[in-house]
């Protein structure tokens, strides 16, 4: 086509060896440019799969994840995007355990507060494995449990309070004996140390939970105390405050 082109405008046959020439140069140098151009293609894309690697492996690792198995026999940019949508999975898998691991401690910082219990450890900044949050939701239900037992217990001896007071005429008169005897069990934290008086009567049993005395004060308290003064040091306004002081008797 060119030559045809050359002879009509009339270009000499010396000309259109160096014109073909040019033209044969000029491809040339296109062609390097594009093969340039490739390689660098190869390059970067050679580049990013190691660094897709090492994330990747890192990550895994840091998961507790066994190592990822790339598919043999494939080109390099189909590696590249195996990678890719790896690692992108596993990026997402991460986010979804410390959001799963911030509700669960939540939960159990709550339940642990009410109970004064000891959370479930996992070490700050560390990613939890599949095995620790299965074993951090084993433990919240057991808490949750748990707090629906003492709750039961609770529930029942303020059920037997209300009516041992009714029987001896008792009106609660004092703030903390109000409280106390209200329908709101949010206030009290019924620990396994403040029901384990079992031995005692309904009300002294429900002043044990409330101000979490020891045994041994409790015991002190119940034998010093003669049996007409009993209930009169229990809801007197000076025996409620002091059983808020944790010392005890």
């Known amino acids: 086509k060119l030559l045809d082109i050359w002879h009509q405008i009339g270009i000499k046959e010396e000309m259109q060896l160096e014109r073909m020439q040019a033209v044969k140069q000029h491809i040339e140098d296109l062609l390097n440019e594009m093969i340039t151009e490739e390689c660098q293609l190869k390059e970067r894309i050679e580049s990013s799969i190691e660094r897709r ?12 994840l066994d190592p990822y198995l790339a598919e043999e026999g494939i080109s390099i940019l189909q590696m590249e995007k195996d990678l890719r949508l790896a690692l992108d999975a596993t990026l997402k898998e991460k986010n979804e355990r410390l959001e799963e691991l911030k509700q669960l401690q939540q939960q159990d910082e709550k339940l642990c507060a ?50 041992y007071n009714e ?19 949010e206030p009290f934290c019924l620990t396994n140390k403040n029901i384990e008086f079992s031995s005692v009567s309904p009300l002294l049993l429900f002043v044990a939970i409330w101000t ?10 119940r034998a010093r105390a003669r049996p007409g003064e009993q209930r009169e040091c229990l809801f007197s306004p000076f025996f409620f405050a002091y059983m808020r002081q944790p010392s005890g008797f």
Not at 136 to 148: G, P, Q, T
Not at 168 to 185: F, V, Y
Not at 212 to 221: F, H, Q
């Open 53 to 64: 690697k090492k994330e990747l492996t890192s990550l895994r690792n840091e998961l507790s």
């Open 114 to 163: 009410e109970l004064f219990a000891t959370p479930y450890y996992i070490p700050t900044g560390s990613i939890p494995s599949r095995l620790q949050l299965e074993e951090l939701k084993e433990h919240v239900r057991m808490r949750s449990d748990e707090k629906k037992q003492r709750l039961e217990v609770f529930l029942k001896l303020r059920n037997e309070i209300r009516q």
């Open 167 to 185: 029987e001896i005429g008792h009106t609660p008169d004092s703030t903390l004996e109000k409280e106390a005897l209200s329908d709101d069990e």
């Open 212 to 221: 979490g005395l020891s045994s041994c004060a409790w015991c002190s308290l």
